[in-house]
């Protein structure tokens, strides 16, 4: 297979010393946008890779808030990029869009964005910025229809938040991945936090604790708040990104040690 073309924008300088630069990957199958945020003067650190939920893009409100979160008071960077049909991609801004439905009869979507985070992660990695034994990965509701499989197929995130995801109820049965999530969940090994909204009206309370309970990881913690799909509130968002940024300082710390 032939190198992906990589393109990366100019930086843009942003409140709480943040700095964006666009990303575009393509792999020959299409360009994949993506945006990658920074601490000035953070050095070299973590990495984040952020999902977005359905009907979301690579900026959406909740990856910004994960972003300032992650980035903006921990200098842990962040990477972002749209998802199949959504953002740049494609028309999907409502997850009741044809063609929110029409991405999931394809049999390798999963695969492709596997393919699709895997080139970008090489593109960030190969500029020597980011600590390589300190990588995540964070993502809720499609963030982890997508993200569990890529933790389950990507060895280098080393820790793990998911979420708002179950193996029954409207939007899983509609994208048809149930048996495909069931199969990956057994291959995730690395910590992580998943959380569980116990009103969640899109996915089945009892199968979102169920695929919790397929994932291999040793170190793993469930957390659940009360609220339907898209009431996550702050303090639980804190939880589960104070609990990813934690693992990562670890790691970092750790590896900054053992290099010199």
Not at 3 to 11: A, I, L, T
Not at 185 to 199: G, I, N
Request: charged letters at 20%; proline letters at 6%; one cysteine or more.
């Amino acid at each position: 297979m032939p190198s992906p073309n990589v393109h990366w924008g100019d930086r843009a300088r942003l409140d709480g010393g943040i700095e964006e630069r666009s990303i575009t990957v393509d792999r020959g199958a299409g360009p994949v946008p993506g945006l990658l945020w920074t601490k000035v003067g953070a050095g070299r650190s973590p990495l984040v890779l952020v999902g977005h939920g359905g009907s979301g893009k690579k900026d959406a409100a909740n990856n910004l808030a994960t972003r300032d979160f992650l980035t903006g008071q921990h200098g842990i960077a962040t990477l972002a990029i749209d998802g199949p049909a959504h953002g740049d991609r494609g028309p999907v801004t409502d997850t009741s869009h044809p063609a929110y439905t029409e991405m999931w009869k394809n049999p390798r979507i999963i695969d492709e964005m596997n393919e699709d985070w895997g080139a970008t992660l090489d593109a960030a990695l190969a500029l020597g910025e980011f600590d390589p034994g300190a990588i995540g990965y964070y993502g809720l509701s499609m963030g982890t229809m997508f993200g569990l499989p890529l933790v389950a197929f990507e060895p280098r995130i080393a820790v793990a938040v998911l979420g708002l995801c179950g193996v029954r109820g409207t939007s899983i049965d509609r994208s048809g991945i149930a048996a495909r999530l069931a199969a990956d969940a057994p291959r995730v090994t690395c910590p992580l936090m998943y959380h569980v909204q116990w009103d969640d009206e899109r996915f089945e309370r009892e199968s979102a604790f169920e695929l919790y309970g397929m994932l291999a990881s040793t170190d793993k913690r469930l957390q659940s708040t009360p609220g339907p799909h898209a009431g996550v509130g702050i303090e639980a968002r804190d939880t589960i990104q104070s609990f990813l940024a934690a693992r990562l300082e670890a790691l970092h710390a750790t590896s900054a040690v053992s290099t010199r």
